[in-house]
C-alpha cells in the first residue's frame, strides 16, 4: 500500500491548511487511518486517527477542536483539516494505513507543515 501525501507548506498562525494522503489501493475502504507527526528532534507523535468507514475518530489533546479528519473511500484519500495552526505544530506529517486494531502497516513519506509566528 503506496500513501502520498499533499498539501503542506508554510502558513502564519492561525492560519489553515489540509493535507490529502492518497492511494491506489483498492482496499482504501477496509483500512483504518491515521495521521501523524515528527517535529525536529522530537519522537514521532498521533495526531488523529479515522476507522475505514470514517464512522469513528480519535485525536491527540493538543489538537482536539482545532483539527478534522476525514475521509472519502470513492476518491481513496483521507484529509487532515488544520485550523487556529500554531507554530508548535510545524512538524513534518506523515499519514498511516492499517488493516487491525495493532500497529500500523503502512507510512506515507510525510509533508513538511511549518507555521510562523
Known amino acids: 500500500v503506496q500513501l502520498v501525501e499533499s498539501g503542506g507548506g508554510l502558513v502564519q498562525a492561525g492560519g489553515s491548511l489540509r493535507l490529502s494522503c492518497a492511494t491506489a489501493a483498492r482496499t482504501f475502504s477496509s483500512l483504518h487511518m491515521g495521521w501523524f507527526r515528527q517535529a525536529p528532534g522530537k519522537d514521532r507523535d498521533f495526531v488523529a486517527t479515522?476507522?475505514?468507514?470514517?464512522?469513528?475518530?480519535d485525536y491527540a489533546d493538543s489538537v482536539e477542536g482545532r483539527f478534522t479528519i476525514s475521509r472519502d473511500n470513492a476518491k481513496n484519500t483521507v484529509y487532515l483539516q488544520m485550523n487556529s495552526l500554531k507554530p508548535e505544530d510545524t512538524a513534518v506529517y506523515s499519514c498511516?494505513?492499517?488493516?487491525?486494531?495493532?500497529?500500523?502497516?503502512?507510512w506515507g513519506q510525510g509533508t513538511q507543515v511549518t507555521v510562523s509566528s
Open positions: 479515522i476507522r475505514w468507514d470514517g464512522a469513528w475518530t
Open positions: 498511516a494505513a492499517k488493516r487491525g486494531t495493532g500497529t500500523y502497516d503502512y
